[in-house]
């Protein structure tokens, strides 16, 4: 059975999930260790004011939330997307907390799904070093695609490279094409990464000629194999 895996980014209001909102979900799907095309993204009005400090690292303005949904009323979609498979946060504590605050405000249980926390597993691959997600994108020489803000889809998808990369030093390749919505800091209409994720799964299991010709040159060097002796 494929494994799926969910990599989620919030963006929120303020620091604080006692007092603050969630203003921004992103969630892109892996099976098998393969990105798919299947993402959930929802921009979410929090009914309250976005912290300033907030709005330097997002850019997401309170004009920009006011005809948005509110949680209530993605909370049901939300949690038919993530089912009961396991979920890759980075710093994972505090994004659960958003959550689960925001779950329990619509009358919702907490999330029961299985968590990995990437920061967790990178303190451990650099100990004693910088582990948020620029460092690590340098780190792994993964491509860091933001430009001045960060955004929930766009750092979900940037955390699904690192995790490969942490887990199975397998190095994906994405496009990001710029999809139109409104600049945050103005009334602008500029660009926002979306995910477009070209190539079909398909595609990426077959194998080259000369692909296949490397595994038959490895099988055939190998002394007793065990499944000659299956009969």
């Given at each position: 059975m494929e494994k799926r895996k969910l990599i989620l980014d919030t963006e929120t209001t303020g620091l604080n999930f006692s007092d603050d909102r969630v203003i921004e979900i992103g969630i892109v799907e892996l099976i098998d260790n393969v990105l798919t095309q299947n993402y959930f993204h929802e921009y979410i009005n929090p009914e309250m004011?976005?912290?300033?400090?907030?709005?330097?690292?997002?850019?997401?303005?309170?004009?920009?939330?006011?005809?948005?949904?509110?949680?209530?009323?993605?909370?049901?979609?939300?949690?038919d997307f993530i089912k009961d498979d396991i979920i890759i946060i980075h710093n994972a504590e505090f994004d659960t907390n958003f959550i689960n605050k925001e779950l329990q405000n619509c009358g919702f249980s907490n999330i029961k799904n299985s968590v990995i926390d990437t920061i967790?597993?990178?303190?451990?691959?650099?100990?004693?070093?910088?582990?948020?997600?620029?460092?690590?994108?340098?780190?792994?020489n993964v491509k860091n695609t933001r430009q001045n803000f960060h955004g929930a889809l766009l750092d979900a998808t940037l955390l699904s490279k690192v995790y490969l990369n942490l887990t199975t030093g397998k190095q994906e390749k994405f496009n990001l094409t710029d999809s139109k919505v409104v600049n945050f800091n103005s009334n602008i209409e500029t660009k926002n990464l979306k995910v477009s994720l070209s190539v079909p799964r398909e595609k990426l299991m077959n194998l080259s000629d000369h692909e296949k010709k490397q595994h038959e040159n490895f099988i055939a060097e190998m002394t007793d194999p065990l499944w000659k002796k299956i009969k």
């Amino acid at each position: 059975m494929e494994k799926r895996k969910l990599i989620l980014d919030t963006e929120t209001t303020g620091l604080n999930f006692s007092d603050d909102r969630v203003i921004e979900i992103g969630i892109v799907e892996l099976i098998d260790n393969v990105l798919t095309q299947n993402y959930f993204h929802e921009y979410i009005n929090p009914e309250m004011n976005i912290s300033l400090s907030a709005q330097k690292v997002h850019g997401i303005s309170n004009e920009f939330l006011i005809e948005k949904p509110t949680f209530n009323e993605i909370a049901k979609k939300f949690l038919d997307f993530i089912k009961d498979d396991i979920i890759i946060i980075h710093n994972a504590e505090f994004d659960t907390n958003f959550i689960n605050k925001e779950l329990q405000n619509c009358g919702f249980s907490n999330i029961k799904n299985s968590v990995i926390d990437t920061i967790k597993i990178a303190k451990k691959e650099f100990p004693g070093q910088t582990v948020n997600l620029d460092s690590l994108c340098r780190k792994l020489n993964v491509k860091n695609t933001r430009q001045n803000f960060h955004g929930a889809l766009l750092d979900a998808t940037l955390l699904s490279k690192v995790y490969l990369n942490l887990t199975t030093g397998k190095q994906e390749k994405f496009n990001l094409t710029d999809s139109k919505v409104v600049n945050f800091n103005s009334n602008i209409e500029t660009k926002n990464l979306k995910v477009s994720l070209s190539v079909p799964r398909e595609k990426l299991m077959n194998l080259s000629d000369h692909e296949k010709k490397q595994h038959e040159n490895f099988i055939a060097e190998m002394t007793d194999p065990l499944w000659k002796k299956i009969k």
